[in-house]
């Protein structure tokens, strides 16, 4: 059985950071995309990043690039977020689907978290 299980979130005031993790279990990131997603109140969904399970290749949104990097290790996938800003504030949401590369399409990813909230506030 496939389970991802997120964690860290939190409050953190504007240019602070948090890291999130994503634990996985039943089965192995060498075949599988791992990629987080946000939604904030009142707003679509959103891919953030994205790493792949065959080569380590990862790809960000334009809206994080230089300030978030994802990683992995092991059968566990990080976010690290720095200079945070109140518009990162959303429900973070980690994925996986069998994706030969990355990609932050949302129809792609066959099994999600429950979700941490990030609130970025003063």
């Known amino acids: 059985q496939v389970l991802l299980v997120e964690s860290g979130g939190g409050l953190v005031q504007p240019g602070g950071s948090l890291r999130l993790s994503c634990a996985a279990s039943g089965f192995t990131l060498d075949y599988y995309a791992i990629a987080w997603f946000r939604q904030a109140p009142g707003k679509e969904r959103e891919g953030v990043s994205c790493?792949?399970?065959?080569?380590?290749s990862t790809y960000y949104a334009d809206s994080v690039k230089g300030r978030f990097t994802i990683s992995r290790d092991s059968n566990t996938v990080y976010l690290q977020m720095n200079s945070l800003k109140p518009e990162d504030t959303a429900v973070y949401y980690c994925?996986?689907?069998?994706?030969?590369?990355?990609?932050?399409?949302?129809?792609?990813?066959?099994?999600w978290g429950q979700g941490t909230q990030v609130t970025v506030s003063s």
């Open positions: 994925a996986t689907g069998r994706i030969p590369g990355v990609s932050l399409d949302d129809y792609e990813f066959d099994y």
């Open positions: 790493i792949s399970g065959y080569d380590g």
